[in-house]
């Protein structure tokens, strides 16, 4: 082998045991807490309502200028209930338009009622405000 494809050799062996090793250490108690992955609801959320309601969406600029910055983003506000949720989405309210059930399904809708008060309810049932005893 010429040196050149020696030294290129060494190189691939040398990344491939530090990839080995890296692969082998647990991650750190701190790491693995920092970041927790979107549930299947808040995903939900994020696509069929995060084009207005994320960080400076349409939705949420009116809300800031309406109920002040601390209450505009939805998912992060705690005092919404399943039935003011449901009643928006189907009806619109200012400048957003009602949702049809095309747009975001009954299914749906329970699931992002959901992911915004903490509480499921099946189909059928009636909503409850944030923070009820289940």
């Known amino acids: 082998m010429t040196g050149y494809?020696?030294?290129a050799v060494a190189v691939l062996?040398?990344?491939?045991?530090?990839a080995g090793i890296a692969l082998a250490k647990k991650p750190s108690p701190k790491a693995s807490n920092a970041v927790r992955a979107p549930s299947e609801d808040e995903r939900l959320?994020?696509?069929?309502?995060?084009?207005?309601?994320?960080?400076m969406g349409p939705g949420t600029l009116v809300l800031a200028a309406r109920l002040g910055k601390e209450r505009a983003l939805l998912a992060q506000r705690h005092d919404l209930d399943a039935e003011r949720i449901a009643y928006v989405v189907r009806n619109g309210i200012?400048?957003?338009?009602?949702?049809?059930?095309?747009d975001v399904s009954d299914a749906e809708l329970l699931r992002i009622e959901a992911c915004l008060t903490g509480a499921a309810r099946k189909p059928g049932e009636a909503p409850r405000a944030h923070g009820d005893a289940e």
């Open 94 to 102: 200012g400048g957003m338009p009602p949702q049809t059930r095309v």
């Open 13 to 18: 062996v040398a990344l491939s045991g530090a």
């Open 45 to 55: 959320f994020a696509t069929r309502c995060g084009i207005c309601h994320s960080e």
């Open 5 to 7: 494809r020696v030294r």
